[in-house]
């Protein structure tokens, strides 16, 4: 068997198409505030890449790119009078941070109606609970791209590789809010393998090039890869995801990387600007 692949364009397309038609009837048109602190260029380039979809579906966008030597108080201020802003709708911080900032102040600072990551412990209750306004983009694009090609999740067993705040844990608790279920592996997973075997929705979230093999996929299965990871081949730079190219020949549906969940991710981050520009309009 080949497995179909499973592209993200189309499915970011639609999603931002029925996103283009929720700006257009808010009173006020939604401000996405992007907020990262020093030069690691993938943050770079990912928030660069957000700036420019949020002005392409009629979202203003600003970016906050602070120095490296930022402390802990100033980002905290930032946030802060970007909360009290009636004009934001929206605020991200690009992750990881530099060292020297704690993460979970940082995150427990942002208004929970703008948080459009999905990333604050109100938000992150809300969403194990069952019940989330504003879910993490990359498991959010996930359900999406399952919903458009008409891939079932209720009554399915789903396997999630991968326990990262951003992607494995959000991702497994909104499978189980679509009625999968659930089983979440991860590096002490004593048989990976007698895990994902028995997974008929297979999402990969490691962070190792080709880390997944097709010996330990159930066959007609659709794996997602979610891994972006920067190699050299040929002394050549290129992208490829946790999932090995060989995959293709057991698995039922497989998304491509790049092209794939990527894609989602930057598109439900403008659904979730909405989404809180909504909020923010119904608060009054
Ligand atoms: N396409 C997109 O939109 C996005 C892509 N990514 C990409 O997805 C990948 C994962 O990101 P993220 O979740 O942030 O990564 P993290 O490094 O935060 O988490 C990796 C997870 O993989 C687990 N793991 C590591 N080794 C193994 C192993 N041998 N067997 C089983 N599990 C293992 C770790 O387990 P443990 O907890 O035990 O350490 C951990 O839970 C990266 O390539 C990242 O670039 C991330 C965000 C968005
Ligand atoms: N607060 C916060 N929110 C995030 O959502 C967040 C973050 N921090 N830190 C890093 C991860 C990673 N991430 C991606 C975004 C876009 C692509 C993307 O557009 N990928 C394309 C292009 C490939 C590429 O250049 O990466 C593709 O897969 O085809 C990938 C990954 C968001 N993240």
Redesign the pocket.
């Given at each position: 068997m080949t497995a179909r692949l499973l592209p993200g364009a189309p499915v970011a397309d639609a999603l931002l198409a029925r996103v283009a038609g929720r700006v257009r009837v808010l009173a006020q048109v939604p401000r996405l505030a992007l907020v990262r602190v020093g030069d690691d260029p993938?943050s770079v380039s990912y928030v660069r890449s957000k700036d420019k979809k949020a002005r392409e579906v009629g979202i203003d966008s600003e970016v906050h790119a602070l120095p490296e030597t930022t402390t802990q108080a100033e980002l905290l201020a930032l946030l802060a009078r970007l909360n009290a802003d009636p004009a934001v709708s929206g605020i991200l911080v690009q992750?990881p941070l530099p060292a020297h900032i704690a993460e979970e102040p940082v995150l427990l600072a942002v208004d929970p109606a703008k948080d459009v990551d999905g990333f604050h412990p109100f938000n992150v209750a809300q969403m194990w609970a069952g019940h989330a306004r504003l879910n993490p983009?990359?498991p959010a694009?996930i359900l999406e791209l399952l919903d458009f090609y008409g891939i079932p999740v209720a009554g399915q067993r789903a396997a999630v590789?991968?326990?990262?705040?951003?992607?494995?844990r959000p991702m497994a608790a909104m499978l189980l809010g679509r009625d999968a279920t659930v089983t979440i592996?991860?590096?002490?997973?004593a048989d990976?393998g007698a895990v994902t075997r028995e997974a008929d929705i297979l999402v990969v979230?490691?962070?190792?090039p080709q880390?997944l093999t097709p010996d330990i996929v159930k066959p007609g299965a659709t794996v997602i890869d979610?891994?972006?990871?920067r190699i050299e081949v040929g002394g050549k730079g290129k992208i490829v995801?946790?999932v090995h190219p060989d995959v293709v020949q057991v698995a039922g549906g497989l998304t491509p990387?790049p092209g794939?969940?990527?894609l989602?991710?930057?598109a439900q981050l403008m659904a979730n600007t909405v989404t809180a520009a909504e909020l923010v309009q119904a608060r009054g």
């Open positions: 993938a992750l983009c990359t694009g590789v991968g326990r990262s705040e951003i992607v494995g592996a991860h590096s002490r997973t990976l979230a490691v962070g190792r880390f979610v891994g972006i990871n995801g946790d990387v794939g969940v990527g989602l991710t930057v």
